[in-house]
C-alpha cells in the first residue's frame, strides 16, 4: 500500500515535469525568431534539465505555423510496482509573436 501511494507522488511530479518541458518548449517555438528545430533543441535542454529518473521514454511533438504553435510531451513514469506503466502527456499551444505596424 505504500509504494501504491509513493507511485501517485512519483507520477504526479513526473507529470509536472512532463508540463514544464511543454511549457519551455513552447515559449521557445512561440518566440518571433522562433523554429521547430530551436524548440526541440530547447525541449532536449528542458529534458535534462528537469526529466532527471522519473521520465522514461520521452517523446516531444512540435508543430509551428506562421500564426500558431502546438507542443506535445509524451512518456513514462518510472515504476515503483512491478507490471505498473503510468504514461504522462502535456499538450500546450499559443499563436506565434508577430510583429504589427
Given at each position: 500500500m505504500?509504494l501504491a501511494v509513493?507511485?501517485v507522488g512519483?507520477?504526479?511530479?513526473a507529470?509536472?515535469?512532463?508540463?514544464?518541458?511543454?511549457?519551455q518548449?513552447l515559449?521557445?517555438?512561440?518566440?518571433?525568431?522562433?523554429?521547430t528545430a530551436?524548440?526541440?533543441?530547447?525541449a532536449?535542454?528542458a529534458q535534462t534539465?528537469?526529466g532527471?529518473?522519473m521520465l522514461?521514454r520521452?517523446e516531444?511533438?512540435?508543430?509551428?505555423?506562421?500564426?500558431?504553435?502546438?507542443v506535445?510531451?509524451r512518456?513514462?513514469?518510472?515504476s515503483l510496482?512491478?507490471?505498473v506503466?503510468?504514461?504522462?502527456a502535456?499538450?500546450?499551444s499559443?499563436?506565434?509573436?508577430?510583429?504589427?505596424?
Amino acid at each position: 500500500m505504500v509504494l501504491a501511494v509513493a507511485q501517485v507522488g512519483v507520477w504526479a511530479h513526473a507529470q509536472h515535469r512532463a508540463q514544464a518541458i511543454a511549457s519551455q518548449t513552447l515559449a521557445a517555438a512561440r518566440s518571433f525568431d522562433g523554429s521547430t528545430a530551436l524548440a526541440r533543441e530547447r525541449a532536449e535542454h528542458a529534458q535534462t534539465q528537469l526529466g532527471g529518473g522519473m521520465l522514461r521514454r520521452v517523446e516531444v511533438e512540435v508543430d509551428r505555423t506562421v500564426q500558431a504553435a502546438r507542443v506535445r510531451v509524451r512518456g513514462q513514469v518510472v515504476s515503483l510496482l512491478p507490471g505498473v506503466d503510468l504514461p504522462v502527456a502535456s499538450e500546450m499551444s499559443g499563436p506565434v509573436e508577430r510583429l504589427t505596424p
